[in-house]
């Protein structure tokens, strides 16, 4: 599959789409309907930061396997352009194999602190939301995304020629 050629999405992937599109959604209509209210009425909606916090961390990880499966980050190629074929897989190989590492460190990390936080009983100050559901959410969705990468990792030692 080349990088122009778009992927039919599966059910995972509309799962997740959905997942991040839906916080997405609320942050856009919160935002709007927040501005109005406090510049037409001068009420602003009360915790409309955390939901909006909340929102944004939810966003951000359920879309990272997808971003993640299409290799739709962010990156500088400065090399690429100097590097022969076989340099760039080994190159994007030693990239997933850090990136696998990161994730399953974060993973660990998130999971860690979403106990301390159900045990703790962490809340906002505001609307006293829960803190725990959503680090172990976002753990979730890290170690989801590691494996992601796993698959990338083991499709770069198959000579998998994926974009």
Not at 50 to 68: D, H, K, N, S
Not at 77 to 104: E, N
């Amino acid at each position: 599959m080349t990088a122009n050629t778009p992927r039919r999405p599966d059910r995972t992937a509309l799962i997740l789409g959905l997942m991040s599109a839906i916080p997405l959604s609320l942050i856009v209509v919160l935002t709007f309907v927040d501005v109005f209210a406090r510049y037409l009425i001068s009420a602003p909606i009360r915790g409309s930061v955390e939901i909006i916090q909340y929102a944004m961390a939810l966003t951000i990880f359920a879309a990272l396997p997808l971003v993640t499966r299409d290799r739709e980050h962010v990156t500088v190629s400065l090399i690429d352009g100097l590097l022969r074929p076989r340099a760039l897989a080994m190159k994007r190989w030693l990239c997933d194999l850090v990136s696998f590492a990161a994730l399953l460190t974060i993973t660990w990390r998130l999971w860690i602190y979403a106990g301390e936080s159900v045990e703790g009983e962490r809340s906002t100050i505001v609307l006293s939301l829960p803190e725990g559901p959503l680090v172990y959410a976002m753990s979730v969705f890290a170690v989801i995304t590691a494996g992601v990468v796993l698959v990338h990792l083991i499709e770069g030692v198959k000579g998998g020629n994926r974009t």
